[in-house]
């Protein structure tokens, strides 16, 4: 009888320890350093949250490209929708060119004007290059041709009703001839044609500081357009 209670004794023993060492066995898998959860929390080396951030917002955290900023095209800005203002051109303006008041010296140039005003009820831009030909009226010389590229052809804005000036430099005596015909010049035009940059060009008449008609007497190629300004 003792033998058998002993043997029965010794069987669960073995038992419970076998149990506790396969348990001990399954914790120390579960919370192993090189188990799946922690291998899936580590970083790869060089990126940062910041940048992973910045990959699944599509680059909206940079500088720069805040998510309050605009590319709409420039409104708000000069030139964008509302501000723009259109070229001046012969459908927008008026043009008037009044010969020299004075003649030329041996030193300084006569100086005749061109005036472009704008007719129109809107604001318009003279920006580029203007020219200007003139002919002889009785076409016994080559015309002149002209324009203001080289002096300078920076935007001129001209509000409804305002007018933009430009002297046209030239020499309105022969001082090589003899006294009696030191007016004559090889153009003597009555008309003029001016053109605005990148538009048609308007042939006008040629008239003094009064609106009286003149004539635009050119003696030698020498001819400079100058810039506008308002």
Known sequence: MRVRTTVAAATLLVAGLALTA?????GKAAGSPSGAGTATATSTPGKSQGDTASAGTGGRSTPGGTAG??????KGTPGGKGGTI??????TTGVTFVAAARHATESEPAAATVKITNTSGKPCTIVGASSLVAKDDQAK???IETDNSAAGTDAVDLAPGATATADVLYADLNFEG???????CGVQASKVEIALPKDVGRTVKVVSGNGSAATFNVCGPDVKFEAFHA
């Open 141 to 143: 010389s080559d015309p």
């Open 178 to 184: 003899s006294q009696s015909a030191r007016e004559v």
């Open 22 to 26: 396969c348990q001990g066995d399954d």
């Open 86 to 91: 259109v070229a001046c051109t012969a459908k």
């Open 69 to 74: 900023s605009s590319t709409s095209g420039g």
